[in-house]
């Protein structure tokens, strides 16, 4: 129980079991369209609990938002920090991904301020230019999974030494979960919200273990 409340005072824990019930959300609402789940009898009532969850994933959605304002800092220190990375290809990726990070969540945060009615802002036009980001980010982050997936397999074990290799195998499973969400906002892939939905549940899940268990947080 202590523990839970000390992860419950982390505002990365906060986020991400937000996001966690968001895309939730999304999934339950996509599936209550298609059939008829949880003996719900009637288009009235149906209707309405989709109602209930799509504003409840909007809302979470906009407390997130607020959550990581300040965020984009963060990234740009720990892109700095970064840049002392022996590995080239380990300094490359993970500095430009921090990079992309940064830049993402500063529009993330612009994004808010329109959200909010604090100013006017062309929501399209940023959340491309955000998702553009976010997609590169991924991306990045993909690129040092393959790297290290790479390097294992050429060594004595092969790839069963990357397959024990626990923490890059959660943090691959999450970018290639993540990878599904900007790309469809991008309109260069088409999902159901249903997929989305659960590729974003997964992907939450998974950076929820790692907060809460630090040793399968890939290094560096």
């Known amino acids: 129980m202590e523990k839970l409340l000390i992860l419950i005072r982390q505002t990365a824990f906060r986020d991400k079991l937000f996001r966690l019930v968001q895309y939730a959300s999304r999934l339950l609402a996509h599936l209550l369209e298609v059939k008829r789940l949880g003996g ?34 963060d990234s740009i220190y720990a892109a700095l920090r970064s ?23 500063l529009i993330d945060h612009w994004l808010w301020v329109g959200r ?6 062309d929501k399209t036009k940023w959340s491309s230019i955000s998702n553009r980001f ?17 390097n294992y397999c050429q060594a004595s074990g092969g790839l069963s030494r990357a397959l024990r290799d626990r923490p890059l ?21 088409r999902l159901s919200p249903g997929a989305q939905g659960f590729f974003g549940l997964i992907s939450s899940a998974l950076a929820l273990a790692v907060i809460a268990k630090p040793s399968l947080k890939l290094m560096p």
């Not at 980010?137 to 040092?144: E, K, N, P, Y």
């Not at 195998?169 to 892939?189: G, M, Q």
């Open 169 to 189: 195998l959660l943090d691959t499973a999450k970018n290639i979960c993540d990878l599904f969400l900007p790309v469809v906002s991008l309109n260069y892939v």
């Open 40 to 73: 719900l009898d009637g288009l009235r009532a149906r209707q309405e609990l989709i109602v209930k969850l799509t504003r409840l994933e909007l809302h979470l959605s906009t407390a997130r938002k607020l959550l990581r304002l300040g965020n984009s800092a």
């Open 116 to 121: 909010v009615g604090l100013a006017q802002v």
């Open 134 to 150: 976010w997609l590169l980010s991924i991306l990045l982050g993909l690129t040092r999974d393959a790297y290290d997936i790479t």
């Open 83 to 105: 840049l002392h990375i022996k590995n080239d290809v380990h300094r490359f990726t993970i500095t430009m991904s921090r990079i992309a990070s940064a830049i993402f969540l």
